[in-house]
C-alpha cells in the first residue's frame, strides 16, 4: 500500500463557459467556475467533428495526462499517465461506479474504449482520495454513458481501411416527454501492421431515463465489450480476451429545497484470459456497489457534502488466488465562498480497505476567480495506492511480496 500527499501548484486557467457543469470533482454536479480542483471536461460529440474517436486519443488533450496502448497497436492493453503517474495509481469511474482498483487495472477497459458510447468524459488531476477513494493519486478519470437528447435520430458510422479495418458504430437516441433514451452497438476490427495482432470487439451500450417529476429522475445502464487481441508472439502465441459488463440503476432527487441526492446501484464483472503455448493465465472479477452522494446548500455561501458506499468484490485468477471482500466508507465535506469570486472546500473521507486495513484521506482546495474568463486554482490532499493482488501474491511470471506495508511519499509543486 502507498501513501501520497500532494500538493497542487497554483495555475492560472482560462475557461470559456464559466457556468459549464464539472461532476467529478465533489461527485455531484457544480459550477465549473466554483471547483477548487483542476478538472477538464471533454465533450465527446465535438471530439468525434474533429476525428478523434478514441478515448486514448481524445485524454492525450487534456494537460498532464499521457494515454498510450502498451503495445503500440490498436487493442493492446491501454495505460494512462496522470501527472507523471502510472495507471495504477489513477482512478477509472464509470457511470459513477468504481471500475480500476487493487484487482481491476484500467488498462484492459482503454484497449479498445471509444467515444461512440460516452456523453461526459472528465479528468480530475491531483490527489482526489478523500472524494473517490483509493488509487486517486495521479487523479480520477470520469465517464458516463451518453443520454438521448431532444427529437429521436439513428446515427451510423462506417469506417475501413488497410490491415482489414473495419470500425463501425449504430445508435438510436432522443427524448419524448419525461423518457430519454441511447442505445448503440458496434465492431471494431483491424490486423494491425505488426502480424499476428488482431483485433476484434463487439460493444453495445444502453442508457434510459425517466424524469418522474422535477424532484426526481430515475435511470439505469448497460454496458458491455467482448474483445480479442493476438495471437502475438511472446514466449509462444498469445492471444488476450476481456468479457467484460457493467449494469446500474440509479435515482438523481431533491429532497428538499437546496437538498440534492444520487443513489446507485451497480454492478461490474470482468472475466480476462490469456492463452499461451505454455499454458493459460486469467482473472474473474465481480463486483457490486451500493452508493449515495449528497450535497445540501445552505445559502450562496455555504453547501454540505456527503456521501457513503458498500462494496463487495469477488476476485479469483488462475495461479490460486481467491479473495471475498466487503469494502465501505463514507466522505463529508463543506464548500464555502465568502466573497463572489472565491471559493473554498474541505473533505474528509473514512474507508475500511478489508484486508488493507482502515484510510483516512483528506483534501483542501481554493479558488479565485481574477478576471471573468481566468481562475487560480490549488489544493492539498492526501491520498494512497492498495497493493494489487499481482503485487501481493504474483503472477504466473514472478512472486509477489504478502508483507507489503504502507510507504509514505510527498509529490510538491504540481502545475496544470
Not at 483485433?199 to 429522475?217: C, G, K, P
Not at 463514507?330 to 464548500?335: I, Q, S
Amino acid at each position: 500500500m502507498a501513501t501520497a500527499f500532494t500538493l497542487g501548484g497554483i495555475s492560472a486557467e482560462t475557461t470559456r463557459e464559466l457556468e459549464e457543469t464539472i461532476v467529478s470533482a465533489l461527485r455531484m454536479p457544480g459550477e465549473a467556475s466554483r471547483t477548487t480542483s483542476a478538472v477538464t471536461a471533454l465533450d465527446p460529440r465535438q471530439l468525434e467533428s474533429r476525428g478523434v474517436l478514441d478515448l486514448i486519443e481524445a485524454l492525450n488533450e487534456v494537460p498532464g495526462v499521457i494515454a498510450t496502448s502498451t503495445s503500440a497497436q490498436t487493442g493492446g492493453s491501454g495505460s494512462v499517465f496522470i501527472r507523471g503517474t502510472t495507471a495504477s495509481y489513477s482512478q477509472l469511474v464509470v457511470d459513477g461506479i468504481r471500475l480500476s482498483d487493487s484487482t481491476a487495472p484500467m488498462g484492459n477497459f482503454f484497449s479498445g474504449a471509444r467515444l461512440d458510447d460516452l456523453g461526459r468524459i472528465e479528468v480530475l488531476r491531483g490527489a482526489h482520495a478523500a472524494i473517490h477513494g483509493g488509487d486517486a493519486i495521479g487523479g480520477v478519470i470520469w465517464l458516463e454513458t451518453a443520454r438521448g437528447k431532444s427529437d429521436p435520430k439513428t446515427r451510423l458510422r462506417i469506417e475501413g481501411g488497410s490491415f482489414d479495418t473495419l470500425n463501425s458504430y449504430l445508435s438510436h437516441s432522443g427524448q419524448e416527454g419525461p423518457f430519454s433514451w441511447f442505445l448503440g452497438g458496434g465492431y471494431d476490427g483491424t490486423h494491425n501492421d505488426v502480424e499476428s495482432q488482431n483485433f476484434d470487439q463487439a460493444r453495445a451500450a444502453l442508457r434510459m431515463e425517466w424524469a418522474q417529476s422535477e424532484n426526481l429522475t430515475l435511470g439505469m445502464t448497460y454496458r458491455a465489450v467482448d474483445s480479442r487481441f493476438g495471437p502475438f508472439e511472446y514466449y509462444g502465441p498469445n492471444t488476450d480476451h476481456i468479457d467484460s459488463g457493467l449494469a446500474t440503476i440509479y435515482a438523481n432527487a431533491q429532497l428538499a429545497p437546496g437538498w440534492l441526492a444520487r443513489f446507485t446501484f451497480g454492478n461490474y464483472r470482468e472475466s480476462y484470459d490469456n492463452d499461451s503455448a505454455s499454458g493459460n493465465f486469467g482473472t474473474d472479477l465481480e463486483r457490486t456497489v451500493l452508493s449515495t452522494d449528497q450535497s445540501y446548500e445552505i445559502n450562496r455561501c455555504h453547501r454540505l457534502l456527503g456521501g457513503a458506499f458498500l462494496e463487495h468484490s469477488d476476485f479469483s485468477n488462475t495461479i490460486g488466488t481467491d479473495s471475498d471482500e466487503i469494502r465501505y466508507g463514507a466522505h463529508l465535506g463543506w464548500e464555502w465562498s465568502p466573497v463572489e469570486n472565491i471559493v473554498t472546500d474541505a473533505v474528509i473521507r473514512w474507508e475500511d480497505y478489508a484486508d488493507y486495513d482502515e484510510q483516512v484521506t483528506w483534501r483542501i482546495g481554493g479558488s479565485w476567480r481574477v478576471l471573468e474568463t481566468t481562475c487560480l486554482r490549488g489544493g492539498i490532499g492526501k491520498a494512497f495506492r492498495t497493493p494489487t493482488f499481482s503485487d501481493l501474491y504474483g503472477t504466473s511470471f514472478g512472486a509477489g511480496n504478502p508483507n507489503l506495508n504502507a510507504r509514505g511519499k510527498h509529490r510538491l509543486g504540481y502545475r496544470d
